[in-house]
């Protein structure tokens, strides 16, 4: 196993052009439709009721899976199996993820934070990749917070912001994995933005329509598998302007509620 300094370099020098989620079974022992290629620079939404098997797909890519799940999938790397070393190690993942609970437990400052992780994966300016990192944090936060406040002081919403930001910005796993982005408290249009300049590869487990429209392309799950697969149309791009247009002036209302303001 290579250690730490060795597995971030392999990490940064070598991000893989696809990773395709072989197909498995559902709940009852029945084939999926098909394969599931990802690459960077897309977003694939995953949708169904609660059960469908969103969760579990995410944790089939997490895990590296090959075929030792309860779906029989295998993940592939630029088509080929990964090694002992790349689905084991835990310096330099390949796949970042982010769940629906943030509970920090450190006993430090967002600053130190940060700051420790720009460190550790050697960033060439590691006060100013804390910076942007915060930057984004609160750009993304209803409510902004201070560098110098405690991690265990933050929100829920706050501490996601962080996580996405620093996922995007400091972490070298070039796949990132989100359950469940609109139940975070954050910008949801700023995070995917944040999140798709990263060019990694972008995996959202969502219920939201504005999510689910944004991606590039949707799986729809049932009974524990993949059902179909739905691209993103020209029509839909225009539906999701106005739910966009719908959503902003909900967020201005809600904002003027908080406050205590007149919404005339």
Do not use: Y
Request: aromatic share 4%; with cysteine.
């Amino acid at each position: 196993m290579a250690d730490g300094a060795d597995a971030g370099a392999k990490a940064r020098a070598w991000a893989p052009a696809s990773l395709t989620l072989t197909a498995g079974r559902d709940k009852s022992g029945r084939p999926e439709a098909g394969d599931v290629v990802l690459r960077p620079g897309e977003i694939t939404a995953l949708l169904g009721p609660t059960g469908s098997g969103k969760s579990r797909f995410l944790s089939d890519i997490e895990s590296l899976a090959c075929g030792d799940t309860p779906t029989g999938r295998r993940l592939l790397l630029d088509g080929r199996s990964p090694d002992a070393d790349e689905r084991f190690e835990l310096q330099g993942r390949l796949v970042a993820q982010l769940t629906q609970n943030m509970n920090f437990v450190l006993d430090l400052s967002v600053r130190d934070f940060v700051l420790t992780h720009a460190l550790s994966r050697e960033a060439p300016d590691p006060q100013e990749a804390a910076r942007r990192v915060i930057a984004a944090a609160n750009s993304l936060a209803g409510e902004p917070f201070d560098p110098g406040v405690q991690l265990t002081q933050l929100s829920g919403g706050q501490s996601r912001a962080l996580m996405i930001a620093d996922t995007a910005l400091l972490s070298w796993s070039p796949a990132l994995l989100i359950d469940e982005i609109e139940n975070a408290g954050v910008d949801k249009r700023r995070a995917l933005d944040l999140l798709l300049a990263s060019d990694k590869i972008v995996v959202i487990a969502t219920h939201d329509p504005v999510l689910a429209l944004s991606a590039d392309r949707r799986l729809v799950f049932e009974h524990g598998a993949v059902r179909m697969t739905v691209v993103r149309t020209g029509e839909e791009r225009d539906i999701l302007a106005r739910l966009s247009e719908m959503e902003r002036e909900t967020t201005r209302v809600r904002a003027l509620l908080r406050k205590g303001e007149p919404l005339s």
